[in-house]
């Protein structure tokens, strides 16, 4: 089992819908959740970042993490064509130098 | 304020080669790690570099070794290249070890291919 588990796709959805990507996670220890924004053969965009349990809003963006599931959201409000990219949840436990544990990504694609 | 920089963008080896990828960090940043995304697949640790010194390594063998200068750039150098290794290599900054992902910038990559 990975220690991050992420859909690969693709996700393809009208434009206007709401949009919900979704991870799983094996290491309790994580506290540190993120998503990045990933256009074809650029580098990752951070998005979003949550410290533990919760929600947190940015425009037409919101994350939820829920720690006793081990499971964690985007959700995509008002989703446009510019939104089609590769989004990666991305978690570390934020002590020391661990690196952060990232999932497969999973490929959007909003149709016009 | 420039961010994360890396060179080259696009190279070719011949497998058993060895290559050498720069990352210079964003401004103010003094902690370098590197990771390698293959096709289709998130982004792995390699390591981190800090104070010029490795301070953490993922699940890669030692052909993939780094070095850190002074000025915080960094290099990643993989000896005796194999075609798996072929992939982008991304180079991220942040400020201070142990950073908790909110101030972790990543640079465009470096696209090696091995034939």
Same mark, same amino acid.
Request: with cysteine; hydrophobic share 30%; aromatic share 12%.
């Given at each position: ?31 540190? %959740?993120?998503?990045?924004? @990933?256009? +074809?053969?650029?580098?990752?965009? *951070?998005?979003?970042? #949550?410290?533990?349990? !919760? ?19 985007? %959700?995509?409000?008002?989703? @446009?064509? +510019?939104?089609?990219?590769?989004? *990666?949840?991305?978690? #570390?436990?934020?002590? !020391? ?16 | ?115």
């Amino acid at each position: 089992q990975k220690e991050v588990e992420q859909d690969p796709g693709p996700l393809s959805v009208p434009e206007g819908a709401i949009v919900s990507l979704n991870c799983t996670y094996s290491n309790s220890a994580f506290q540190y %959740f993120m998503w990045y924004r @990933q256009y +074809s053969r650029k580098g990752p965009e *951070l998005l979003m970042y #949550t410290y533990s349990s !919760g929600n947190k809003e940015d425009g037409r963006f919101t994350a939820q993490v829920d720690k006793s599931s081990k499971y964690i959201s985007l %959700f995509i409000r008002d989703s @446009q064509p +510019s939104d089609s990219a590769t989004y *990666l949840c991305a978690m #570390t436990s934020g002590g !020391g130098a661990d690196g952060l544990t990232f999932g497969k990504g999973t490929h959007l694609i909003i149709q016009p | 304020d420039a961010g994360v920089t890396q060179s080259p963008t696009h190279l070719i080896k011949t497998r058993g080669q060895q290559v050498t990828l720069r990352c210079s960090p964003k401004s103010g940043h003094d902690t370098v790690s590197w990771y390698q995304q293959a096709l289709g697949q998130g982004p792995q640790f390699i390591f981190q570099y800090y104070e010029e010194e490795e301070r953490q390594r993922g699940n890669f063998p030692d052909r993939f070794s780094g070095h850190q200068f002074p000025n915080y750039s960094s290099e990643l150098n993989v000896n005796a290249l194999l075609l798996g290794d072929s992939a982008l290599y991304l180079c991220a900054s942040s400020r201070g070890q142990g950073a908790s992902g909110n101030t972790i910038y990543f640079g465009e990559g470096s696209w090696l291919t091995v034939v």
